[in-house]
T-cell receptor
Framework: AQSVSQHNHHVILSEAASLELGCNYSYGGTVNLFWYVQYPGQHLQLLLKYFSGDPLVKGIKGFEAEFIKSKFSFNLRKPSVQWSDTAEYFCAVKGRASGYSTLTFGKGTMLLVSP | DGGITQSPKYLFRKEGQNVTLSCEQNLNHDAMYWYRQDPGQGLRLIYYSQIVNDFQKGDIAEGYSVSREKKESFPLTVTSAQKNPTAFYLC???????????FGQGTRLTVV
């Protein structure tokens, strides 16, 4: 069975600080990887995705993530966070299970950016 | 305006009653999913459906039931057998099984 582990449950940063949120997955086969964001009071939105090709993926709002296959990792980064980045971030993996692909989420990381 | 519509946004029910949560999509997506979100637990998969008239149990299917009679609709019934039904329920869909999922606004169910 596939699983996703997010390293930090809560992260507090000041504006302009750099961000890195860790994500490791457990699955031996081909995977698609995702980061979703949930802003306060809003629905879950796709931040970026990796299916194949360049392991450094750029998403919306200046976010990027790097897929390191040997480490089973897909860490999210942003060079300089803003107050508006305050949200909950979820890493997710989609692999093959029983003939279908199911999307498995980590437990999420709550990011609080102070102005 | 294309998207995924979940209704209602808030739902209150008495313990022991079954309740059905609606999820409709007009994106022409084949796959649909139901997740439950609890604080500190992330999203956990309840049921998913890759095509009409077919669905599979997820990680926490006990106490829930679904149907997929139409491509655009995937209602979730929370039965009285679900021991801890109070939660935030999210419906999602994807073009096919192997693409990203898009989410609805969610339904917050409170059972008293």
């Amino acid at each position: 069975a596939q699983s996703v582990s997010q390293h930090n449950h809560h992260v507090i940063l000041s504006e302009a600080a750099s961000l890195e949120l860790g994500c490791n997955y457990s699955y031996g086969g081909t995977v698609n990887l995702f980061w979703y964001v949930q802003y306060p009071g809003q629905h879950l939105q796709l931040l970026l995705k990796y299916f194949s090709g360049d392991p450094l993926v750029k998403g919306i709002k200046g976010f990027e993530a790097e897929f390191i296959k040997s480490k089973f990792s897909f860490n999210l980064r942003k060079p300089s966070v803003q107050w508006s980045d305050t949200a909950e971030y979820f890493c997710a993996v989609k692999g093959r299970a029983s003939g279908y692909s199911t999307l498995t989420f980590g437990k999420g990381t709550m990011l609080l950016v102070s102005p | 305006d294309g998207g995924i519509t979940q209704s209602p946004k808030y739902l209150f029910r008495k313990e022991g009653q079954n309740v059905t949560l609606s999820c409709e999509q007009n994106l022409n997506h084949d796959a649909m999913y139901w997740y439950r979100q609890d604080p500190g637990q992330g999203l956990r998969l309840i049921y998913y459906s890759q095509i009409v008239n077919d669905f599979q149990k997820g990680d926490i299917a006990e106490g829930y039931s679904v149907s997929r009679e139409k491509k655009e609709s995937f209602p979730l019934t929370v039965t009285s057998a679900q021991k801890n039904p109070t939660a935030f329920y999210l419906c999602a869909s994807s073009i096919t099984e192997n693409t990203e999922a898009f989410f609805g606004q969610g339904t917050r169910l409170t059972v008293v």
